[in-house]
């Protein structure tokens, strides 16, 4: 049952161009007209990322998008991802540790401009991509940061505004997220999740590490292009893709 | 009785260069080394505001400080302080009702940059002007807005981090903002905040009426030029100044 009212209402989407905020996108598109928000934040794949955020855009006929630059993530530094001289991690995720690749609070960040916009303009749900399962650990894609961020954004704003960060993939898996996009049929040939490559993934970052794992396990091939696919390299075969 | 430590200690200082980031800073500076944070956000009164931020800067010893643009405020608009087609109010508060200098969500967007900038220095505490007594009655300048981003930046950041964010002018009243300042040789005549001049204050909109008022209650003279001191003046002039 789809709900009249709320296919009418707009929703921001803060989407990366990664396969998450793909999946994400798909899924709010399901009953909301998209206003689209991608932060440009002087992160390694900055191009390519909004080259993916504008394609999924398109794809999903977003009604409105907003692409923001924030400088001050970059030149605050403090991760490999928005500083150069650190080096982006191959070796795969060590539990328990906050890799590198965390940019400090980036995501308080991010959800504070949508949530600015949202008022603006009036949408009442703002979507995000964040995982908390098979994700790389970051403080700032945990449920107790959403729910207190919700919080903040409950105080913070207008009396009469109601607005609400929702993370459909929370608690999802790579698989799961995987299975959920081809569903609501996600453009998964239009995002990007590598850290470090912009033209062909590079197969071995934290990010394309757990993406090619979520592939991997539904025994979907990733539409993508890889230097190499190390570990799920065998079960694309078996797949038969 | 000051302790060394704490006096060691660098505390991140969000300031606008207005009168209550003013003494803020100075408040934070006898017991801290201070890293003060301004943001550009497209407000009608940037140049003079930075010029401000600079100057307290200066007359604090400020160790370090960041000049960050935050662009995407004015892009979405929404207030009169970031959309010139929007006048600037003159005709004094409306109490219960969000004014429309208000800038949805703003302080979520500095407060998340000074976290974010406090978790790669290294600083324990981010000092913030806020105040929702004698204000303009701003969702985010409250004290449970407040409380709720605190509890963000503790399930948001890395859990070795303790970062809390400051607001030791909440609950004052701008008379005591002003009589705190004194007694912390606050650099006032380095402040500026008035919402639409830039060499001399109005004196009519919400922010000088306000400040104007604080001064005007201890009997001292705001040592910045106005145009005009409308409410003040009598009291002023029977303090003698």
Known sequence: MVDNQ???????VVASGGLDSCVTAALAAR??????????????TVERERRAFHDIADALHAECRLVIPMDHLHRIGGSCLTDTTIAVPVHGIQPGLVPVTYVPFRNANLFAAAVSWAEVIGAAKVFVGINQVD????????????????Q?????TRPETRIEVIAPLLKCTKADIVLRGIQCGAPFDKSWSCYQNNEVA????DSCRLRLAGFAAVGIR????????????????????
């Open 6 to 12: 709320s296919r009418l209402s707009l929703a921001v």
């Open 31 to 44: 009953d909301h007209r998209l206003a689209m928000l991608h932060v440009d934040y002087g992160q390694r």
């Open 135 to 150: 994700s790389s650990g970051y403080p700032d894609c945990s449920e107790s940061f959403l729910s207190a961020f919700n």
């Open 152 to 156: 903040t954004i409950r105080f913070g």
């Open 202 to 205: 590079c197969g071995r970052c």
């Open 222 to 241: 990733d539409p993508i292009p890889y230097l190499e696919r190390p570990e799920t390299h065998s079960l694309s075969q078996q797949a038969g893709t």
